[in-house]
């Protein structure tokens, strides 16, 4: 079985979890093919520079505004309002 372990890197908690849950997973079907991808990479520069710039300051000088917005979007209900709002922003891709 092929797995696709995906992931935005925004800090190293991200990549520490995905890292987390490629070992976790070997170590229960060592004969699947795991794979980590960094979305980012899809992103447009322009994407990538706002993403990052907003997550760092944002987490930097204002964490309670971070973890409001952690909380009000780890939900399905929350993700697929946001899903319309990415849908609006295409990103472009080289």
Known sequence: ????IATV???GGHLAAA????????SFRPGD?????????FFSPLHRKI???ACFKLVERAPEIW?????????????????????????LQK
Do not use: Y
């Not at 079985?1 to 696709?4: F, G, K, P, T, V």
């Not at 890292?19 to 070997?26: D, G, I, M, P």
């Not at 093919?33 to 990479?41: G, I």
């Open 9 to 11: 890197t925004a800090g």
């Open 67 to 91: 973890g409001m917005v952690f909380k009000n979007t780890d939900n399905p209900r929350a993700a697929r309002r946001l899903s319309c709002w990415k849908q609006a922003l295409p990103t």
């Open 19 to 26: 890292a987390a849950l490629e070992e976790a997973w070997a």
């Open 1 to 4: 079985m092929r797995i696709l």
């Open 51 to 53: 993403h990052s710039d």
């Open 33 to 41: 093919q795991v794979e980590r991808v960094d979305m980012r990479r």
